[in-house]
């Protein structure tokens, strides 16, 4: 087991009770290295018992425990010593191996994965990788995910450290080859015969191959027709897909905005006809974006990487988790939130004690062209007058300018429903049972005409985007029901 005598998360060293503490730590690790580790333990013991914040007793009782063979007890003491001290390359190292030890393959990489992305990692770490490698019968999809996410780009320190870096790339290849012939066989299963179970799991790692290499992206359709066919192509393994996350309250995987492995909170707390709401769900543990959010984001960011990051973007929400991650990385980013359509565009309102810009979709303040994107999420069929909100943003956009915006849409209606309208009174004539999104009256039921819709307000090349890919937490609503609808993006170029 290798040493490290890193403090973590202690008290204020003039704290009488962590100073005594300190020097009892100090006292058993001194007779540690004289061999003496039964007198260390003794002392240990009662430090780890009444939940000491320093973090030493946790790894020094833990690597006794692995010498004594206990090797659960070192498990759990090295899992708490990671509480006081998450940065503690040693105690992932040494409670990875503790875990390779149980067999416990897939957890001991889910270990090291900090480790492998911080830069930190040596040769021990990656000789830990190919160990387990070596030894584990098979590994799941997501343990392949969030290990090839973790090699993807290592860094020249972590090259150079690497002495059999091209042995552990050449093992990769093989496994990667063997994935790519597996694929093939399940894209000849699934559209020959029906799916078994065994080959649902067998889509499922190649799937993992997939996510965490090539991401699988966006695929765009400009018509009702081909969009349909890929939809029928995946309908199976995805239903197989979505009613196993439903059952689960987390999802490991990785966040494409985050560009980190990640967990997902399956639920918002949002239920569809019984279900999880997987639409509204798959909330990134570490930025905070959902399903939904995350599709549009991806979609921008696409965006930036075939044009510029300088580019001018109106994102028309400025509260979310979303736009704080963006606003990180584009400098021109315009967060915007609708707050009454009485204000003028441009007024800057206070919003949970922040500053925001207050724009109204049917009547934005920008200059004509002076935009590069605008972008907006399940907005468009709350606003009471589409062709205006949609002639709108082609107005402001510049020649070449890209609207990029998701609704509510069913792949099964041909036009769209008008469910309410608003007079010139103000009141508001319901041609259908009132529908709320929260407390956002739903004036619009999209279907496929919104597509004509776009393209009546100007827009010249018009596309709905789909990105179904469960390991970034992508996903429909949930083909449970009678409501269902992919992870969609409209795209509108001027």
């Known amino acids: 087991m290798t040493d490290t005598r890193k403090t973590g998360i202690e008290r204020d060293a003039a704290d009488p009770a962590v100073k005594q503490d300190r020097q009892q730590a100090e006292l058993a690790h001194h007779l540690i290295t004289q061999g003496r580790f039964a007198e260390a333990a003794e002392i240990l013991t009662p430090l780890v018992l009444a939940e000491t914040l320093l973090f030493a007793p946790y790894y020094d009782l833990g690597c006794l425990a692995v ?145 965490a290499n090539s991401l699988a992206g966006f695929k765009w359709f400009s018509d009702e027709n081909s969009y349909r066919v890929w939809d029928q192509q995946v309908e199976t393994i995805q239903t197989e897909i979505e009613r196993y996350i439903d059952t689960q309250r987390e999802f490991p995987g990785y966040c494409g905005l985050c560009g980190q492995s990640t967990v997902f ?10 279900h999880t709401h997987l639409r509204e769900g798959m909330i990134c543990a570490r930025c ?74 049917l ?65 508001i004539r319901h041609f259908a049972p009132e529908e709320y999104h929260g407390t956002h009256l739903a004036y619009y039921n999209f279907g496929w005409d919104l597509l004509d819709l776009c393209r009546a307000a100007g827009f010249s090349n018009v596309r709905i985007g789909v990105c179904f890919d469960p390991l970034q937490g992508l996903l429909s609503t949930g083909r449970f029901g009678g409501y269902f609808m992919q992870p969609i993006v409209f795209s509108c170029i001027r």
């Open 67 to 211: 010498r004594q063979g206990d090797v659960e007890t070192a498990i759990s003491l090295f899992n708490m010593a990671l509480l006081r001290d998450p940065g503690s390359v040693a105690t992932r190292r040494n409670l990875a191996l503790a875990q390779g030890i149980e067999h416990r393959y897939e957890e001991a990489l889910a270990t090291l994965s900090p480790t492998l992305r911080s830069g930190q990692a040596g040769n021990e770490d990656y000789g830990l990788v190919r160990d387990i490698l070596g030894k584990a019968p098979a590994l799941g999809p997501i343990a392949w995910a969030r290990l090839l996410s973790d090699l993807r780009t290592p860094s020249p320190e972590q090259k150079r450290a690497l002495d059999e870096y091209d042995a552990l790339l050449q093992q990769l290849t093989v496994r990667k080859s063997e994935n790519d012939h597996l694929r093939a066989k399940i894209a000849e299963v699934t559209t020959t015969q029906p799916v078994t179970s065994q080959a649902t799991s067998s889509f499922l790692t190649a799937l993992g191959y997939l996510s």
């Open 265 to 274: 909170a399956v639920s918002s707390g949002l239920q569809l006809e019984g």
């Open 288 to 361: 905070g974006t959902h399903n939904r959010g995350r599709v549009l984001g991806l979609a921008i960011q696409d965006f930036t990487n075939r044009h510029s990051n300088m580019a001018d973007i109106l994102l028309m929400e400025a509260t979310t988790p979303l736009f704080g991650l963006l606003s990180r990385r584009l400098p021109n980013l315009i967060g915007t939130e609708f707050q009454s359509p009485t204000i003028a565009g441009g007024t800057a309102m206070d919003v949970g004690g922040r500053q925001v810009r207050h724009e109204n979709i």
């Open 363 to 427: 009547d934005l303040s920008f200059p004509d062209q002076s935009l590069n994107l605008i972008a907006h999420a399940d907005l468009l069929e709350h606003v009471p007058d589409v062709e205006t909100a949609l002639s709108e943003c082609f107005r402001t956009l510049r020649n070449g300018g890209e609207l990029i915006f998701s609704a509510p849409f069913s792949q099964t209606m041909k036009q769209s429903r008008k469910r309410a309208e608003l007079l010139p009174s103000g009141e």
